[in-house]
């Protein structure tokens, strides 16, 4: 199983970027994906997630600015964050998981630095 995060960089306040994840070796449709991210000193926190069916959820921090998609055909999960603050600067991971009894798998993280 492989997840491959890519998109990260470096923005100015107020920019977009988009954050792409690509998956092989499960079947990408059937399961729930979500993208977290760690900033320095702190914990891995959940920013969005899309389940299997569609349902999108966000932490409040980014709702209206972040939009998490999927491409079923391509097997790639996406997040597009736009208006990015200094506080959105962190590492970005995507996670697969079938269903909330097991662990799932990540990617490898994608770095992102908002800065003027």
């Known amino acids: 199983v492989q997840l491959q995060a890519s998109g990260g960089g470096l923005v100015e306040p107020g920019g977009s970027l988009r954050l792409s994840c690509a998956v092989s070796g499960i079947v990408f449709r059937n399961n729930d994906m979500a993208w977290y991210r760690q900033a320095p000193g702190n914990e891995r926190e959940l920013v969005a997630s899309m389940s299997s069916a569609g349902l999108r959820r966000y932490v409040d921090s980014v709702k209206g600015r972040f939009t998490i998609s999927r491409d079923n055909t391509k097997n790639t999960v996406y997040l597009h964050m736009n208006s990015l603050k200094p506080e959105d600067t962190a590492v970005y991971y995507c996670?697969?998981?079938?269903?909330?009894?097991?662990?799932?798998?990540w990617g490898q993280g994608t770095l992102v630095t908002v800065s003027s």
């Open positions: 996670r697969a998981r079938l269903n909330p009894k097991v662990p799932g798998y």
